[in-house]
């Protein structure tokens, strides 16, 4: 019987206990903090027109997971997106999906960059594993200046005059109206 009360009066500190212990177990803590994250992330905001910078330095060195180079300054010019980001992040992995929908519907138009520090060996298994066949480029350069993390995910939108029109750190949903309707604007300039 005391068992019973005990677990009674003491059920939510016991299920909050379990919890914090399946964070720390892998297996488990990932699709836990991947889940959270789904459910904080929302549209990305628009930086406001007299806030947003220009990217003058396209110069970026990035490597495709195959092996290819290639280099921002291709996109110079044209609408792109830009996600740094790694396979063992739970923002990253949870915006993904978002990201992946977004590039089918706007792959075509806009230039899309899913930049990792990560070997392209890990992150063709992360691909294959997950079915995402978006863009992913492996950097051995330093980003130019802007462009500069100190935290994943961050995602830019650049327009076609190399404004940086979207500067959003975290996880975030971009497959939204409001993120479209951006884009919609951005490729009409």
């Known amino acids: 019987m005391r068992s019973k009360q005990f677990l009674t009066k003491h059920w939510s500190n ?14 488990t803590g990932m699709p836990i903090k991947v889940f959270f994250n789904k459910l904080i992330a929302f549209s990305p905001s628009k930086i406001s027109v007299e806030k947003q910078e220009t990217l003058e330095d396209y110069q ?26 790694a396979t063992w992040c739970p923002p ?3 915006e993904m999906p978002s990201l992946q929908n977004l590039y ?28 995402y ?25 650049l327009s076609k005059s190399g404004k940086i029109v979207i500067d959003k750190t975290g996880a975030a949903n971009w497959d939204s109206t409001r993120v479209k309707n951006l884009l919609d604007e951005l490729l009409k300039e």
Not at 63 to 85: C, P, Q
Not at 112 to 131: D, P, Q, T
Not at 133 to 157: N, R
């Open 14 to 27: 016991i299920l909050i206990v379990a919890i914090i212990a399946l964070l720390f177990i892998p297996q």
């Open 133 to 157: 066949d978006f863009p992913v480029y492996v950097h051995s350069y330093k980003a130019p200046g802007m462009l500069e993390a100190s935290s994943i995910p961050t995602t830019y939108v």
């Open 92 to 94: 990253c992995v949870a």
């Open 60 to 85: 970026w060195t990035l490597k495709t997971i195959a092996g290819n180079e290639t280099n921002l300054a291709s996109s110079k010019g044209k609408v792109a997106l830009i996600n740094l980001w």
């Open 104 to 131: 089918n519907e706007y792959g075509d138009q806009v230039d899309f960059y899913f930049v990792s520090s990560e070997s392209s060996e890990k992150l063709k298994k992360f691909m294959a594993h997950k079915g």
